[in-house]
C-alpha cells in the first residue's frame, strides 16, 4: 500500500496552511490532501493517525522566554489525528474537507470521510484548564510546536488498511484507544511524513 500528499512531500516542510500555528499566530489549521492506492485484498476500513513523534516531554518549557528547548531533550508522541471505520473504496481525502480553521474549544462534530469516526487528538490535554481554548479537540487539528524548540519535528500519517467493517471503540476515544482495538486487524499499513518548525534555528534531530 502507497500513501502521498499534494500538500506537502514525504520529508518536506509542511505549509503552514495545514498547521494549527504560523509564525504570526495561527495557521490555516486545514488538513492536507492524501492519497493511497495497491490496497490489499480483503480490506473493509481503514484507520488514519497524525503523530507528531518530537514533542518534547517537558510542556513548562514550551514558549518559555529566554529558554530554548534543547535537541537533546527526551521526546514523545504527540497525536493531531485519530479517524477509524474509513470507507473501504475511498482513496482520497481532499485537503481542507475534514479541518478548515481553528475552532477555539475543538471541533464538536468535525466533518470527514461518511461513516468515519473521529477520535480525540492530544489538543484536548494541552489546553484542559484553559478558559479560552479548553474542550474536547476532535479529528484533525495541525503542527504548532513550540517556537523556542530547537529541534525540527516530523509529523506521521500512518494509514492502515484493516479487515473489519468498525473498530470496537467507545464513542470518546483516542489514538492509543484505535492501535489497541485494530490489533490482529491490521492487513497493511502506509505512511509518509513531512515537518515543521517556529524557530528559524531549528535543526534536525542529532544535527
Known amino acids: 500500500m502507497q500513501i502521498r500528499s499534494d500538500s506537502f512531500r514525504h520529508r518536506a516542510p509542511i505549509p503552514a496552511e495545514f498547521a494549527l500555528g504560523a509564525p504570526d499566530g495561527f495557521g490555516g489549521n486545514r488538513n492536507p ?48 489525528w485519530a479517524m477509524t471505520d474509513i470507507p473501504a473504496q475511498l482513496r482520497e481525502i481532499a485537503a481542507g474537507s475534514c479541518s478548515d480553521g481553528l475552532v477555539e474549544g475543538g471541533k464538536a462534530e468535525p466533518s470527514g470521510p461518511e461513516g468515519a469516526r473521529q477520535g480525540l487528538n492530544d489538543y484536548t490535554g494541552w489546553f484542559a484548564g484553559d478558559a479560552d481554548m479548553g474542550g474536547d479537540y476532535l479529528g484533525y487539528d495541525g503542527p504548532y510546536p513550540p517556537p523556542n524548540d530547537l529541534r525540527v519535528h516530523r509529523y506521521f500519517f500512518r494509514l492502515f488498511a484493516l479487515d473489519v467493517d468498525s473498530l470496537a471503540l467507545p464513542a470518546r476515544f483516542t489514538a492509543g484507544d484505535a492501535l489497541a482495538a485494530m490489533q490482529g486487524r491490521v492487513l497493511a499499513e502506509a505512511a509518509i511524513h513531512g515537518t515543521y518548525t517556529l524557530h528559524p534555528g531549528a535543526t534536525a534531530a542529532g544535527g
Open 33 to 80: 490532501h492524501l492519497a493511497w492506492d495497491e490496497v490489499p485484498a480483503g480490506t473493509r476500513s481503514f484507520a488514519l493517525l497524525c503523530v507528531d513523534a518530537d514533542a518534547p516531554t517537558r510542556p513548562e518549557m514550551a514558549g518559555k522566554q529566554g529558554v530554548e528547548i534543547p535537541l537533546h531533550q527526551p521526546r514523545a508522541d504527540f497525536v493531531h
